[in-house]
């Protein structure tokens, strides 16, 4: 059973500061993808990440993948108050997606 | 283009009761799913369908049934809903071969 873990679970951190959170996963999978969740709202698809080595970056964010190792990093570069929110990993195996508990995120002036 | 639509967006029901929530989408994606969100718990599949009249279990299907007899409607079925069935239940849809989900706007379901 494929497993999907975030750490941390909640940051809190200030503006202009850089900070990384970790995608870890179970099983072997070339595909992943990271999303945003604003409070009451509906997930948004932020980065797909297709192959090992594969890079994105949009704007102050940054996503990795580095498949042999099972891992997947979103990095924030001097953090913005509107990045808060909620961030998920989702891993791909096949027809259907797993997704990680989220990263809550709250960047503070 | 609308996307993803969910109906209804709020419903309160009584334990007991049966309702159904319908998912559309207008982007012929092949793939559709249901999700449930609890806090604390991310998301997690209740079944999901890979096209028209097909459906398929995912990780917590007990107490639901679905249904894909159109390719852009997947009908989410609770036939006597308990409080633990309380949740945002959020429908998603994808292409063939290439899960990038997209995501509906919602149901946020309370059972008493």
């Known amino acids: 059973e494929l497993k999907v873990e975030q750490n941390p679970l909640f940051l809190s951190m200030q503006e202009g500061k850089n900070y990384t959170i970790y995608c870890n996963y179970s099983t072997t999978s070339d595909r992943l993808y990271w999303y945003r969740q604003d409070p009451g709202k509906s997930l948004e698809s932020l980065f797909v990440l297709l192959s090992n080595g594969a890079v994105k970056q949009e704007g102050r964010l940054m996503a990795s993948l580095d498949t042999k190792a099972r891992l997947s990093t979103l990095h924030i570069t001097a953090a913005v108050h509107d990045l808060s929110a909620t961030y998920f990993c989702a891993v791909d195996s096949g027809s259907r997606l797993t997704f990680g508990e989220g990263t809550q995120l709250t960047v503070n002036p | 283009n609308a996307g993803v639509t969910q109906t209804p967006k709020f419903r309160v029901l009584k334990t007991g009761q049966s309702m159904t929530l319908l998912c559309a989408q207008d982007?012929?994606?092949?793939?559709m799913y249901w999700y449930r969100q609890d806090p604390g718990m991310g998301l997690r599949l209740i079944h999901y369908s890979v096209g028209e009249g097909t459906t398929a279990k995912g990780e917590v299907p007990d107490g639901y049934n679905v249904s894909r007899l159109k390719k852009q409607n997947f009908l989410l079925g609770l036939e006597s809903a308990a409080p633990s069935q309380t949740s945002v239940y959020f429908c998603?849809?994808?292409?063939?071969?290439?899960?990038?989900?997209?995501f509906g706007p919602g149901t946020r379901l309370t059972v008493l």
């Open positions: 982007m012929n994606h092949e793939y």
């Open positions: 998603a849809s994808s292409w063939e071969n290439y899960n990038e989900q997209f």
